[in-house]
T-cell receptor, first 116, second 113 residues
């Protein structure tokens, strides 16, 4: 039972255009969401996160949107650059006792290719 | 600031053997989590250590065990290796009670023959 789903295994975008990566989740108890980028032979790199009390968080070229009623989040990259080509993972966590992240539940990832 | 480091980078073992993987957390972090990433999949949570005790466990059998040391570094031990244990093992560190973000090391690629 996959609690975090990334239904698009791959996405190709022209350099300079917007990349939109999508993620759906089933567990309504998740209250914190994160995006990670992963290059081959490296560990995932944290990109941006959002708490369930917000619906948008922005950091430079990266914006994450959260739609709690639809249990859906998306990552927008504007403008896309060739260096953004990587696998992007959506992750969700459940904060308990105010003590921080218990565990991260990941999707299977979306491979983004930005074409020059 | 030192990032998360893991050793070894690669490891080849045979079925039935035991393996120990090591992780040094990012400076200032007190919590270590371990994940298994099979080919084509997202990382799967194995367990988390905080204050030298297991602080949560995913759906992995008891032959997966761990330790956290007073300097917050950690070990993952896997006994009676099976072919399906072949994967990338990722360690992530975080600061419990401060932030939900976890920061990952480069991983250890384990191949079981």
């Amino acid at each position: 039972d996959q609690q975090v789903k990334q239904n698009s295994p791959s996405l190709s975008v022209q350099e300079g255009r917007i990349s939109i990566l999508n993620c759906d989740y089933t567990n309504s108890m998740f209250d914190y969401f994160l995006w990670y980028k992963k290059y081959p032979a490296e560990g995932p790199t944290f990109l941006i996160s959002i708490s369930s009390i917000k619906d948008k968080n922005e950091d430079g070229r990266f914006t994450v949107f959260l739609n709690k009623s639809a249990k859906h989040l998306s990552l927008h990259i504007v403008p896309s650059q060739p260096g953004d080509s990587a696998v992007y993972f959506c992750a969700a966590s459940l904060t308990y006792s105010g003590a921080g992240s218990y565990q991260l539940t990941f999707g299977k990832g979306t491979k983004l290719s930005v074409i020059p | 600031e030192t990032g998360v480091t893991q050793s070894p980078t690669h490891l080849i073992k045979t079925r039935g053997q035991q393996v120990t993987l090591r992780c040094s957390s990012q400076s200032g972090h007190n919590t270590v989590s371990w994940y298994q990433q099979a080919l084509g999949q997202g990382p799967q949570f194995i367990f988390q250590y905080y204050r030298e005790e297991e602080n949560g466990r995913g759906n992995f059998p008891p032959r997966f065990s761990g330790l956290q040391f007073p300097n917050y570094s950690s070990e993952l031990n896997v006994n009676a290796l099976e072919l399906d244990d072949s994967a990338l093992y990722l360690c992530a560190s975080s600061l419990q009670g401060y932030s939900n973000e976890q920061f990952f090391g480069p991983g250890t690629r384990l191949t079981v023959l």
